[in-house]
């Protein structure tokens, strides 16, 4: 996070040491200790929540493009449904018999030849 050298260290060691004295130090390390885990564990709790709330934005723009893919192939599927029942409904209409007047039997046919 910061980029102090070991030089650097030594340097703010002495003059806390010159400061503080030495019967304070080891208290004032120690509170400066745990004051430094609670700002790591802060900014990794930051740093967490910051990828959750990028995973789950991920994840709903994933739900919706997949919706709307499903939606897509909804309406290919009803169009290839209605394109079938149109040709299926055109292959009855071809083969349907035609019943015109002169071709149709009469019912004196019917009883004279029972087939």
Excluded: C
């Excluded at 102090?4 to 340097?11: D, H, I, L």
């Amino acid at each position: 996070m910061f980029d102090v050298a070991f030089s650097e260290m030594v340097v703010i060691a002495l003059v806390a040491l010159i400061v503080i004295g030495p019967e304070r130090l080891p208290q004032v390390a120690r509170t400066a200790g745990h004051l430094w885990g609670r700002v790591q564990r802060y900014v990794t709790t930051v740093k967490n929540d910051i990828s959750n709330e990028m995973d789950i934005e991920a994840a709903s723009k994933m739900k919706q493009e997949f919706l709307q893919q499903v939606d897509e192939v909804g309406q290919e599927v009803k169009a290839a449904q209605l394109t079938l029942e149109q040709q299926i409904l055109q292959a009855q209409y071809r083969q349907a018999p035609s019943l015109d007047v002169a071709d149709a039997p009469s019912s004196n046919d019917v009883k004279n030849n029972p087939s």
